[in-house]
């Protein structure tokens, strides 16, 4: 079965039951890593960069116009000789503008070529980033399984503790009274280290699977 099938099964199992431990539904969570992820917010720039490409692309086989002025100071005005007599045929100083229009009439392909690329480059930026998304969202569904997982394992593992403890006061009253043998003390003394012992167990696979957790979500380790 595909992880990812997975992953939802195990979740809609979760969603039967009541959720402990956790302040956030895994929506939540997933919203916070997308929105702190690093490799995520790269595949988004390059997203937004193919765009400008195609946008790029789509208006090469438009006019391009082109506008220019210019200011000219000369030493001393310009003259010409007509019929021998000398004229003033401009300034000492004068503005002058020009335009110019740059139209694509052939290309030889180049333009419908730049935009099947740019359009290409698009989609594949588009499906990196949808990858690093569902990468990131599988990882922090499987990590927010395991934490409500160990949840109920430290709920039932504490219950367990302290049922034992009553046990073993009421052992140890029935031992002092000498209605009960010394060997059923020790008995119920090696059940409880031995709870005692998965308790701490548990707590500590909790508190890694928290620090994954907090990595994932872009928090510091122990929040």
Known sequence: MHKLHRVMIAMGVICLTPQIGLAETLEEAWQSGVDSNFAIKVTEDNVVAARYEVSAADSANMPVVSLSSGYTVMNEPATSKLMGAPMQ???KSFLSYGAEVVVPIYTGGKIDSAKAMSKTSLTVAEQDRAIEINK????????????????????????????????????????????????????????????????????????????????????????
């Open 89 to 91: 045929v401009a300034e």
């Open 136 to 223: 990131l969202k599988i990882s922090i569904a499987e990590v927010y399984i395991t934490l409500l997982r160990l949840e109920r394992l430290k709920v039932v593992a504490q219950s367990h503790v302290k049922s034992l403890k009553v046990h073993f006061e009421d052992i140890q009253a029935l031992v002092a009274n000498q209605m009960a043998a010394k060997t059923d003390r020790l008995a119920v003394q090696v059940s409880l280290a031995d709870a005692r012992q998965k308790l701490l167990q548990v707590e500590s696979q909790l508190t890694l699977a928290q620090s994954r957790y907090n990595q994932l979500l872009g928090r510091e380790l122990d929040t």
